[in-house]
């Protein structure tokens, strides 16, 4: 297996500033963020702006939890820029800022492949708030976003206008995954592309349930039924800890290695962020990228 750490480091608008006691500090422009993190188990760096946060997140006793914030002037949401790419960022209810930054290495990696391969039609599953979309979008390629939350969709089509993405370059589709590429494979529809980020539990717009462990290996075989006759990568991420770099790599060979060929490779290991102030990396979830 060809595992690698993959870390996205060229970010100018957002810095990891420490983490450490299961809670990380995040500079988002010109703000601070202090949020939990569960991968922070070691202890944090005695530094001063940790008392100067602008807005904390801290979890309830009884589930879920609450900003609280500490500078009074900072905006609902705010726009932050990576390249030419300008995204969307705002404190949401589950910790969550609408904008996962360690991806920023896949989404250079999605712009390099699609303008290196030519790939002209992608399909981006899960697909959230839409930084991966716009990611191809930029780089050429015609993308359909899905995703089964409505208002994650309406703010990827922000980003999108922000961006100054065309608007015949994306198709937004508020839907279940899984029946939305089942459909797309009655209806004969390929794409050359294929992004996705499954979570570890969800329900869809009509109230299906999604668990990684149990519907993965289906899903995966759903999505190889609308690889074109000649495709050109499959991008998977994901969060859940249980599923190792080497648990991706099993199932997607399993999956799609009789696809592959002498010129094919496929990629699995994990992905980070650097810390502001010294050489250590936080890991933030698992990839495999696979190219044809």
């Known amino acids: 297996m060809k595992s690698e750490l993959v870390i996205s480091d060229k970010w100018k608008d957002f810095q990891l500033i420490d983490s450490g006691n299961g809670v990380k500090l995040e500079k988002w422009d010109k703000y601070l963020l202090l949020r939990p993190d569960p991968q922070a188990v070691w202890a944090k760096s005695d530094d001063i702006l940790w008392s100067k946060a602008d807005a904390v997140y801290t979890r309830s006793a009884s589930g879920g939890g609450q900003w609280k914030f500490y500078n009074k002037s900072i905006p609902e949401s705010w726009n932050i820029k990576y390249n030419d790419m300008v995204l969307k960022v705002r404190p949401t209810g589950f910790k969550h800022t ?42 050429g390629a015609n993308v359909c976003h899905v995703d089964a939350s409505k208002g994650s969709v309406s703010w990827c089509k922000e980003n ?32 050359d592309g294929i992004i996705m980020d499954p979570p570890s539990f969800g329900r869809g717009a009509s109230g299906e349930v999604w668990k990684l462990e149990k519907d993965l290996w289906d899903f995966l075989s759903a999505c190889k039924q609308i690889l074109s006759d000649n495709p050109k990568f499959i991008l998977i991420n994901s969060y859940t800890s249980g599923l190792s770099p080497l648990s991706i790599y099993n199932i997607s060979m399993d999956c799609f290695g009789d696809l592959l060929n002498k010129n094919s490779s496929l990629t699995c290991g994990e992905i980070g962020l650097p810390f502001r102030k010294n050489r250590r990396v936080m890991p933030c979830g698992t990839y495999c990228r696979i190219l044809f």
């Open 160 to 191: 999108l206008q922000l961006s100054n993405v065309p608007n015949d370059k994306v198709r937004l589709i508020v839907d279940d995954c899984m029946k939305f590429i089942q459909r797309e494979e009655r209806r004969n529809k390929k794409y």
């Open 98 to 139: 609408g904008l996962f930054p360690e991806q920023a290495a896949n989404w250079d990696w999605i712009r390099e492949t699609i303008k290196e391969k030519k790939a002209s039609n992608i399909i981006n599953l899960f697909g959230y708030t839409g930084a991966a979309t716009v990611a191809a979008a930029l780089a």
